[in-house]
């Protein structure tokens, strides 16, 4: 198994636009080769949205990054700093 969490930090004014962005790459990823699950959070405390994507393999979830891109992209003006990207990998 592959995880893949990515915490976004939306500027306060745009957490239901990126929320709403986020249901549609959920939507649009469904069914893609590989993906497990994929999912969204909010963390209030933080001010975050969390997207996690549970994959068969890393190689699947890189895979899947390709189709991720064509379903569309945020605008920038969204987040006030860079996304934290973790990726882990479940051992036996």
Same mark, same amino acid.
């Given at each position: 198994?592959? *995880?893949?969490?990515?915490?976004?930090?939306?500027?306060?004014?745009? *957490?239901?636009?990126?929320?709403?962005?986020?249901?549609?790459?959920?939507?649009?990823?469904?069914?893609?080769?590989?993906?497990?699950?994929?999912?969204?959070?909010?963390?209030?405390?933080?001010?975050?949205? *969390?997207?996690?994507?549970?994959?068969a393999s890393?190689?699947?979830?890189?895979?899947? *990054?390709?189709?991720?891109?064509?379903?569309g992209a945020r605008?920038?003006?969204?987040?006030?700093?860079?996304?934290?990207?973790?990726?882990?990998?479940?051992?036996?």
């Open positions: 198994m592959f *995880v893949t969490m990515v915490f976004h930090h939306p500027r306060p004014e745009y *957490v239901d636009r990126f929320l709403a962005f986020m249901t549609e790459i959920e939507s649009g990823m469904a069914g893609t080769e590989g993906l497990v699950s994929l999912e969204s959070y909010r963390n209030p405390a933080a001010g975050t949205l *969390v997207a996690i994507g549970r994959w890393p190689e699947d979830a890189r895979a899947g *990054v390709a189709k991720l891109m064509t379903i605008d920038p003006e969204w987040t006030d700093q860079p996304d934290e990207i973790f990726q882990l990998i479940q051992d036996a």
